[in-house]
């Protein structure tokens, strides 16, 4: 059972990660992430991989920002859907937005799944940092 601190605690995780990544501060992310985190759409371990993805993506989107609208815990994962803000979605009024689950160990993010909508082509968080 998730208490109510769990909870806020793995609310303040995943804020605190898009705050890092809305402020550019990609190596403060680093220590909110286990050692051996994997991430499954990129499909390595490591964070260094998901540094490596935020900074394509900002270098193509230089005002792209991540604004979780839910944010879902239970037990030791979190489900987030956040919009993406500062990239034109391909019909132009459609927002962007990111579907993510993570498993939280510790306190830290160990493990995450993903998926994105509403992104131009070959725009994905996942097609930018593949390319």
């Known amino acids: 059972m998730t208490t109510r601190e ?3 605690a793995t ?12 402020s550019r501060r990609f190596d403060q992310a680093a220590d909110l992430h286990t050692p051996d985190f994997f991430s499954h759409p990129l499909g390595v371990p490591g964070f ?6 935020w900074r394509a993506l900002v270098a193509r989107f ?3 920002r991540v604004v979780a609208q839910d944010i879902l815990v239970d037990g030791d994962k979190a489900a987030v859907r956040s ?10 009024d459609v927002r962007p937005m990111l579907f993510e689950i993570f498993r939280i160990d510790d306190g830290r993010f160990a493990e995450m799944w993903g998926a994105s909508t509403g992104f131009p082509p070959a ?5 930018v940092a593949a390319g």
């Open 83 to 92: 919009t993406v803000e500062g990239i034109t979605g391909p019909d132009g």
């Open 48 to 53: 260094e991989a998901g540094k490596a993805a």
């Open 123 to 127: 725009a994905s968080p996942e097609d």
């Open 62 to 64: 230089p005002d792209i």
């Open 11 to 22: 609310v303040e995780l995943v804020r605190r990660m898009q705050e890092c990544f809305n």
């Open 6 to 8: 769990d909870a806020a």
